[in-house]
């Protein structure tokens, strides 16, 4: 740097606390040092140009951090001894944090890994520190998610054993595959699927729902999470804008491959939130808003404004995008009537919602619920008075790719089923979606190894051929306390006498 | 006479997760333990990294250590992230303090020039070291298995950024925030031939790739003699020079060095004790690293505190290493 007799400015004097303690390597060579950097084909010709998203050296950030973690672990130990179980709005809602505990969390420690990662493989230092400290970030997340569900597995079915369900249970390859995928690509895709696509597109659609839903819910433990997360958040989505730009801006080589990246870990991240669409239309109680505003909000305006200022650099928004937008009035309802189908085998109970639920849902959904999806619940319904609640034996189809079942249907025609598939060196495997298939056509020797849970299962790799093998030994779902039905299961009956309803209401309060 | 508030009781259906209880029994779990026990993914991963097929992601071939299990390594500080950032802002509290109670009095600009010379180039270089050190840090966080061993890495990643902002701060505050003093003390790093053998050390030690020899290397080794000659021995001469002002600024590093002997030597104990196949990598990557580390500071010792220093400070490591059963040179010296 130019000698200077002036005072440094704060982004100068940043960089002198940052990226100015690296310097050119002379005994080794800097391809050596830093091997990842270029096998994507992402060419970066000036390091210097990267802007800080934030400028945090380490004494404050200690400083910041220990503040929000003393006033956070108070509203814990506050909530522990006053039992704050007991006043959500009902305990239908904890199975949103069993989805969240066992779906969700495992990826922030994902994450804590992958930054880490991304903190050692690029050559500017000015990256590297903005990644490790969203390192720390995610591993504070994984650990107060930990400790702000703490309370509820004490006494809630169904969050006792997150971090193995996660990698065993069927539906839980979805969120676990798709940070597979990112870890295991090389660290300029690793920041555009998460850093971008995730954190700063569509973390809204994650974070909105689970923290504003347990704000309308009655959860002070983790709605307190939520609001001490958010200004960590804010730096991971500053970190994500800077990091598209700085690489559109390197080259213009550059520009076809983040397309392709956008495209896909776009779409990868709508067939995550799709699980994230059930539990915010179904699952809580008391609703925020309906999975579709939330879509035309966070993703249809906010995402719109963004991809038009990015049009300068040549990038055109995801090219699934409207699959996605007309997936809006159908996506929960067909995600909730398949679990409602396999609730035997997840660690979270379903329901047919109640009929004010479905009134809000007419509301919502004016085209599509009252066409499209009452109908089943009454007949599902209908059949669970008589006595022939139903639950399917059958494994699903999975897709190659997202790895959920196969259940969406086609844009523009809600009864037929999407579907795709083709043979790679000989074998035939089988797609949700157009976009999934051509995800799988960019990279087939990536996804030929995806670790498909029912596969799985038929093998014999999953300690047992039968489902309540695999359900019990291998998931170590609890049999009768985890899974089924929500109407009589152990979580029901203590809800109800937490409640003081006695037994003799029981049928009523049910009904 | 104490006073009763009465609370409705509530019987808990369990009192901790499964996977904590599996290790410990179904009882009330430590905060430490609900968040750094079995959370790392351990099997059916998906994709093989692009960045290195021949492992798995977590997989734990990725150093040659073997551990039956990785989680046998834990924090005898019980740090976790809440506790990890409630300690270090208490250091950085007394920090800067130390600071700006310099800044105040311009302890440092009163220092005649020739003192401030030798702090540009005897210390602050140090700071690029230290990011060695966090790149290091970082990048085992990264692979190490179990989150009881990343965890304490990534802290002392972030650790190592923020011992190397303090040592920046030494220089800013001798050229009045110009960065001017910043850049001639990058300058000894870069081509004063002092600083020569510790610049290789440092590029040397960012190409190994097994990350157990790395935590040994970086953290055990070169910290082991790095830390008590900068830190103990060259603080006494510093003193002797009229810079005693400055040990109010290192006082971060002396802590700090002690505190994470718990840890490292923690580490080093289990990871040795497991077998003699590990006690005998240990062996063969200290009689390696070891005399390297020795060599890279023995121009910063003669131009400062001395050779013995250099040399009391290697006979405690070796002490050090000789609990765990571990030989290195400095017995004899």
């Known amino acids: 740097m130019a000698v200077q007799n002036k005072k440094l400015n704060l982004k100068d004097k940043y960089q002198y606390l940052t990226r100015d303690m690296g310097w050119e390597p002379t005994y080794q060579k800097k391809k050596d040092i830093f091997p990842d950097e270029d096998f994507e084909g992402i060419k970066i010709t000036d390091w210097s140009q990267w802007e800080d998203p934030f400028r945090l050296t380490m004494d404050s950030y200690w400083k910041y951090q220990a503040e929000k973690e003393k006033k956070l672990y108070a509203i814990f130990d506050a909530f522990a001894q006053n039992n704050g179980h007991q006043n959500i709005s009902d305990a239908r809602y904890v199975n949103a944090l069993k989805l969240f505990l066992t779906g969700v969390s495992p990826l922030e420690h994902a994450a804590f890994q992958g930054y880490a990662k991304t903190g050692r493989q690029f050559s500017g230092a000015g990256a590297r520190v903005a990644c490790q400290m969203q390192a720390i970030d995610e591993l504070r997340h994984s650990q107060t998610q930990q400790h702000a569900m703490s309370h509820y597995n004490k006494h809630f079915n169904g969050l006792h054993d997150a971090a193995h369900m996660h990698d065993r249970v069927w539906f839980l390859s979805v969120p676990k595959s798709f940070f597979d995928d990112a870890r295991t690509a090389g660290p300029f895709e690793f920041l555009t699927a998460i850093s971008f696509s995730f954190e700063y597109v569509l973390t809204n659609l994650l974070f909105v729902p689970f923290m504003s839903g347990a704000a309308y819910n009655g959860d002070m433990a983790t709605v307190t999470f939520g609001f001490s997360a958010q200004s960590d958040e804010a730096r991971h989505m500053t970190l994500g804008l800077e990091v598209i730009k700085f690489i559109l801006e390197q080259h213009e080589d550059n520009v076809p491959i983040v397309q392709r990246w956008i495209d896909k870990w776009f779409w990868r991240g709508f067939r995550l939130l799709s699980l994230v669409s059930m539990m915010m239309d179904y699952m809580l109680p008391n609703k925020v808003m309906s999975w579709s505003e939330a879509w035309e909000v966070y993703y249809e305006q906010n995402g719109g404004a963004l991809f038009k200022d990015l049009e300068r650099y040549g990038i055109r928004p995801p090219k699934y995008q409207d699959v996605a937008n007309d997936a809006k009035h159908h996506l929960s309802h067909q995600l909730w009537t398949t679990f409602y189908q396999y609730s035997q085998a997840t660690n979270f109970h379903t329901w047919i919602p109640e009929k004010e639920e479905m009134d809000w849902m007419s509301e919502k959904y004016p085209d599509t619920f009252d066409k499209y999806y009452r109908p089943r619940y009454e007949h599902l319904a209908k059949e669970a008075a008589a006595g022939r609640r139903f639950y399917n034996n059958t494994l699903p189809q999975l897709c190659q790719v997202c790895q959920v079942p196969t259940l969406f249907t086609e844009m523009g025609a809600p009864t037929k089923l999407s579907h795709r598939q083709l043979k790679y060196e000989g074998e035939r495997y089988h797609f949700c979606s157009e976009a999934c298939c051509e995800i799988f056509e960019h990279e087939p020797e990536k996804y030929i190894q995806a670790w498909l849970p029912v596969h799985q299962i038929y093998q014999g790799n999953c300690e047992g051929a039968d489902v309540e093998t695999v359900v019990q030994k291998y998931y170590h779902i609890n049999i009768g306390e985890d899974n089924f039905e929500y109407l009589g299961s152990p979580d029901h009956k203590r809800w109800l006498s937490i409640k003081g309803v006695k037994p003799a209401d029981e049928d009523k309060n049910a009904a | ?333």
């Open chain 2, 1 to 333: 006479m104490s006073i009763e508030i009465k609370t409705t009781s509530v019987e808990p259906i369990r009192h901790t997760y499964s996977h904590i209880a599996r290790r410990f029994g179904d009882k009330p779990a430590t905060r430490y333990q609900e968040a750094s026990y079995d959370l790392e993914a351990k099997t059916n991963f998906h994709y093989r990294p692009q960045w290195d097929s021949r492992y798995e992601l977590n997989d734990d071939r990725r150093t040659a250590i073997r551990m039956a299990d990785w989680y046998a390594v834990s924090d005898p500080r019980q740090f976790y992230y809440g506790a990890y950032v409630g300690n270090r802002a208490k250091m950085q509290e007394a920090a800067e303090t130390s600071f700006g109670f310099c800044d105040k009095r311009n302890l440092l600009t009163r220092l005649p020039e020739q003192t401030q010379k030798q702090l540009l180039r005897l210390l602050v270089p140090l700071r690029h070291v230290e990011l060695g050190a966090n790149m290091n840090n970082s990048k085992i966080a990264g692979e190490a298995v179990a989150t009881t061993v990343s965890q304490m890495h990534i802290y002392t990643a972030m650790d190592r950024l923020g011992i190397g902002q303090y040592l920046s701060r030494v220089a800013l505050m001798i050229d009045g925030s110009t960065g001017k003093a910043l850049d001639e003390s990058k300058g000894y790093w870069m081509d004063d031939e002092l600083w020569q053998p510790m610049r290789k050390l440092v590029e040397d030690t960012l190409v190994v790739d097994d990350w157990f020899e790395l935590t040994l290397v970086q953290n055990i080794l070169m910290d082991g003699l790095m830390y008590t000659l900068v830190y103990d021995k060259m603080d006494a001469w510093f003193e002797s020079q009229g810079a005693e002002d400055v040990s109010m600024l290192t006082e971060f590093m002396r802590d700090w060095y002690k505190e994470s002997l718990r840890w490292t030597n923690a580490m080093i104990k289990a990871v040795a004790g497991e077998s003699e196949a590990n006690r005998e990598l240990l062996q063969k990557w200290i009689d390696n690293w070891e005399p390297q580390a020795y060599d890279a500071l023995k121009p910063l010792a003669e131009a400062s505190v001395g050779i013995d220093a250099l040399d009391e400070a290697r006979a405690e490591l070796s002490a050090r290493l000789k609990k765990f059963g571990l030989q290195s040179q400095g017995v004899s010296a």
